[in-house]
């Protein structure tokens, strides 16, 4: 069993546009989730924004040997996540997870891509 | 509650230049703290230097469950940050916070990104 | 010695193309391993997907005082790992190791990076 | 006081061309080191490869309350670190200070950039 069951990312934001074909290189920010234990994980996604209450929490699958990488533009229940405005977020998973933050970036002609491990707290 | 007091990000840099339409893609070093908690924070931030003394603290509030995007550009009390000079710096809050560093520079055609997770410290 | 024996990294993706001249610029996706003790390593990377059961064992050694830089691309025992797919790996060593992810995308003209430091186990 | 007295980056690689004004866009790699408390660091960094005995030690100082940003490609004593090859870095102090590692590549017409905190160790 590898992970802990919250993790933390305080960057967050989705670009308002796009260049390239959709969907790879479309600009999206991406939640990786990694279950590697042998039983299945529901996962809260809650998110907060600078000047109103948080969104969610958005419940997802990931199943046990499984991995999932969410876009953060396709979340829709309870709200869509507004673009062009700063959030951040907590996950919190009923089992040992690990959790990593990827963008991509594509407002200008040619990508960018930034990636860090979130921050796991004490489970 | 996820997260700690003191955080450390050893690399800073406000680039010179930009291109591109601002504020979106203006050059710029951002610090992203999340207050997942329940109670109002308060964060010192003092920035070293690699030949004078540091500077700061500057004071900013993150409320409880909100999420503040600091951009190190716009600091100027008690004083602003040079340009074009490399530079560290250090979070101390009165309650856990969650600190992760990200640059956009735009100084080229085309925009480059890198973040990280602060360094978390005992707080 | 410095590192620990399991690490995690949930973000993974080999893009289907690349620009610029090969191998240096061929899109990659490689899994850094720091052996810095004094006894060799052997390690056992585990390949997660979002819809199949993982891939692997890959088995590697990581000699004394050496760093072997692997690209996931270039692995092919027992199978190879698909283009345009996520995935995600677990890294097992049997003496303590330090891991880091890196992405080189040169799908467009340009290319862009990412790294993070692999999320270490208890090891 | 923040950080430990260990870091490793199992990433390395200074590429071997460059566009763009230098130095500020000359491709680089780059160490970053925070010494937030009030007494001198000694840094002793070794640097290990994938197929020859490790390099260094390079020893440089980072006094109380600053921070200094190495290129390696500046590190020259007791040797030059080869371009095109991929290396690992291990940083040892004799003070806690916090390692950040961060690239510029600029071998394309447009800079792209990584960065990640560099793995503690125990101390």
């Given at each position: 069993?590898?992970?802990?069951?919250?993790?933390?990312?305080?960057?967050?934001?989705?670009?308002?546009?796009?260049?390239?074909?959709?969907?790879?290189?479309?600009?999206?920010?991406?939640?990786c989730?990694?279950?590697?234990?042998?039983?299945?994980?529901?996962?809260?996604?809650?998110?907060?924004?600078?000047?109103?209450?948080?969104?969610?929490?958005?419940?997802?699958?990931?199943?046990?040997?499984?991995?999932?990488?969410?876009?953060?533009?396709?979340?829709?229940?309870?709200?869509?996540?507004?673009?062009?405005?700063?959030?951040?977020?907590?996950?919190?998973?009923?089992?040992?997870?690990v959790c990593q933050h990827t963008?991509?970036?594509?407002?200008?002609?040619?990508?960018?891509?930034?990636s860090?491990m979130a921050?796991?707290?004490?489970?």
């Amino acid at each position: 069993m590898i992970g802990t069951q919250r993790w933390a990312i305080p960057e967050g934001y989705i670009p308002e546009g796009s260049t390239g074909p959709e969907p790879e290189m479309e600009s999206h920010e991406t939640l990786c989730i990694l279950n590697a234990g042998e039983e299945d994980a529901t996962v809260e996604i809650t998110v907060f924004f600078t000047d109103r209450e948080p969104a969610g929490p958005y419940v997802e699958e990931v199943p046990a040997e499984r991995t999932r990488h969410f876009r953060f533009n396709a979340f829709d229940d309870p709200e869509e996540i507004p673009r062009g405005t700063p959030f951040a977020s907590v996950v919190e998973a009923d089992v040992p997870v690990v959790c990593q933050h990827t963008r991509l970036d594509s407002r200008q002609a040619e990508n960018a891509l930034l990636s860090t491990m979130a921050h796991p707290g004490d489970g």
